[in-house]
T-cell receptor
């Protein structure tokens, strides 16, 4: 029962360009959405979040967009840097013990 | 600046043995969560604990798996009679005790990679 889906397992972009990572969810009870970043051999680290009362949240180079009607969110990274190369997990929750993660998208930023 | 500490980082067990995974939450955090990541899959919730209490274990397999978070010491995820399908990365996360839990991003440890041979 995959309630959070990241349909692109990988994404490759050129340094300086925009990276767009997508995430879809099915559970309309989700009201809080997060993106985590994971480097190899490390745990996921929190990157940015958005609550369902907003449609955009920006933090430096990172912006998360939420489209509730489409049950879709995306993470924009601009400009992309080689150090952004990692696996990005989308997560959604209605309560902390109901936080569901997507399968992740591996981003490669080429210099 | 101690984050969430998990040990061991790597654990190899033969089929039928027991695996014990330990997790010390961040200082000041009293909520602990265990997640499992199978190859090519996302993180799957297993169990949510507070000190001396299991709050939600709906993601735990019904048999062979147990978790505890005693008053003193780390949280332990215990897998008895391991099988090859238990091979995965097990991540522990913690969150503060104040505020709305689901608005507090989880802080993850670096995980324990369990390999069952």
């Amino acid at each position: 029962d995959q309630q959070v889906k990241q349909n692109s397992p990988s994404l490759s972009v050129q340094e300086g360009r925009i990276s767009i990572l997508n995430c879809d969810y099915t559970n309309s009870m989700f009201d809080y959405f997060l993106w985590y970043k994971k480097y190899p051999a490390e745990g996921p680290t929190f990157l940015i979040s958005i609550s369902s009362i907003k449609d955009k949240n920006e933090d430096g180079r990172f912006t998360v967009f939420l489209n509730k009607s489409a049950k879709h969110l995306s993470l924009h990274i601009v400009p992309s840097q080689p150090g952004d190369s990692a696996v990005y997990f989308c997560a959604a929750s209605a309560s902390v013990n109901d936080m569901r993660f997507g399968a992740g998208t591996r981003l490669t930023v080429k210099p | 600046n101690a984050g969430v500490m998990q040990n061991p980082r790597h654990l190899v067990r033969r089929r039928g043995q027991e695996a014990r995974l330990r997790c010390s939450p961040m200082k000041g955090h009293s909520h602990v969560y265990w997640y499992r990541q199978l190859p090519e899959e996302g993180l799957k919730f297993m169990v949510y604990l507070q000190k001396e209490n299991i709050i939600d274990e709906s993601g735990m397999p019904k048999e062979r798996f147990s978790a505890e978070f005693p008053k003193e010491g780390p949280s332990i995820l215990r897998i008895q009679q391991v099988v090859r399908g238990d091979s995965a990365a097990y991540f522990c996360a913690s969150s503060p005790s104040t505020g709305l839990p689901y608005n507090s991003p989880l802080h993850f440890g670096n995980g324990t990679r369990l390999t069952v041979t």
